[in-house]
């Protein structure tokens, strides 16, 4: 559980800096290709933003699923 707890935590800190502390601006470009994947590279601030918003919620909604039943945990970290 501990795991799960921390690896939320990393994730979210992630997702915060590139919505909010200026993470889109850093990563625009080819270096969103190791951030988020091959298919944002040419991705503007605005849609890496939209991204990590909608993955965060999906992470989230994984995350407290994962809290309350033990198979998600280890369906979707390992």
């Known amino acids: 559980m501990m795991i799960w707890i921390i690896f939320y935590i990393f994730v979210s800190l992630v997702h915060k800096w590139i919505i909010s ?4 601006q850093i ?3 080819w270096k969103s290709f190791f951030i988020l994947g091959w298919f ?3 991705w503007n601030v605005e849609q890496i ?3 990590a918003l909608l993955s965060w919620i999906i992470v989230t909604v994984i995350f407290v699923l994962g809290c309350f039943n033990p198979q998600f945990r280890h369906e979707y970290l390992f």
């Not at 502390?21 to 889109?24: H, N």
């Open 27 to 29: 990563i625009q470009g």
């Open 21 to 24: 502390w200026g993470g889109a």
């Open 49 to 51: 933003r939209f991204y």
């Open 40 to 42: 944002a590279w040419d």
